[in-house]
């Protein structure tokens, strides 16, 4: 059974940092992209970062580019994210998410996995 499983998420005082953790199992990691997301109260969900695990390639949102790095570790299976100077505004509850675009008799489809989420709370 495919399974992302964040964990890492904690109360930590605003300016200090965070590192999260997001761990596959039960498919082939290094065929997706992984992203992270998060969720504060009464907010939508939004992009925060994603890598993906073939080329290397990375994006981060404008909300915490310069202050959040992402890598992955395909022996292990698991991709990081690593925040520093937290801000109030980053709490919220973080998800990692899957994906692997795939081509079967010309049509273009999706495989996509989510994890439950690890809260990270920042007090100023």
């Known amino acids: 059974e495919a399974q992302l499983v964040e964990s890492g998420g904690n109360l930590v005082q605003a300016g200090r940092s965070l590192i999260l953790s997001c761990a596959a199992s039960?498919?082939?990691?290094?065929?997706?992209?992984i992203a992270w997301f998060r969720q504060a109260p009464e907010k939508e969900r939004e992009g925060v970062s994603y890598?993906?695990?073939?080329?290397?390639?990375?994006w981060f949102a404008d909300s915490v580019f310069g202050r959040a790095t992402i890598a992955s570790d395909t022996a292990r299976g698991t991709v990081y994210l690593s925040m520093n100077n937290l801000k109030p505004e980053d709490a919220a509850v973080y998800y990692c998410?899957?994906?692997?675009?795939?081509?079967?008799?010309?049509?273009?489809?999706?495989?996509?996995?989510w994890g439950q989420g690890t809260q990270v709370t920042v007090s100023s």
């Open positions: 998410y899957a994906n692997s675009k795939r081509t079967k008799t010309g049509r273009e489809y999706s495989i996509d996995y």
């Open positions: 890598i993906n695990i073939k080329d290397g390639s990375t």
């Open positions: 039960g498919f082939a990691f290094d065929g997706y992209a």
